[in-house]
């Protein structure tokens, strides 16, 4: 096994050693990119936020969401991702942060308003 590219006139270039941890750290981060997931269910348990209290606030221009010692105020377009499904609101923004808001918490009225509200900014594919 060589631990240098060999150019066509003979001369070497990067070591084998030092570009090969390169590829497996950009193979690493676009995995994370496109398994958000995956890195979510591993970094969640350290956060800290697991049974924390947060309070949500969808308005036209933004969404809040607040805790104890956390907030978080984006505008509907950093959002990359909105999916419903029978018992959870999910929101991916452009930071890779997964909001994760479960239908139990919201009365009907709510759930109609916020359903609107996501029609109106979805994001763009």
Not at 35 to 48: E, L
């Amino acid at each position: 096994m060589q631990f240098f590219y060999q150019l066509q006139d003979g001369a070497l270039n990067y070591p084998l050693i030092f570009s090969a941890p390169l590829g497996v750290y950009f193979l690493y981060c676009s995995m994370v990119s496109l398994f958000p997931g995956w890195y979510s269910r591993r970094v969640y348990p350290g956060s800290n936020i697991d049974g924390a209290k947060f309070t949500a606030r969808f308005a036209a221009a933004q969404v809040e969401v607040q805790g104890e010692n956390l907030q978080w105020i984006h505008k509907w377009p950093a959002y990359t991702s909105i999916h419903e499904s029978q018992d959870l609101f999910v929101f991916h923004d452009k930071a890779g942060i997964l909001f994760i808001f479960a239908k139990r918490h919201f009365t009907t009225a709510q759930i109609d308003t916020l359903q609107r509200l996501i029609q109106e900014h979805q994001p763009k594919s």
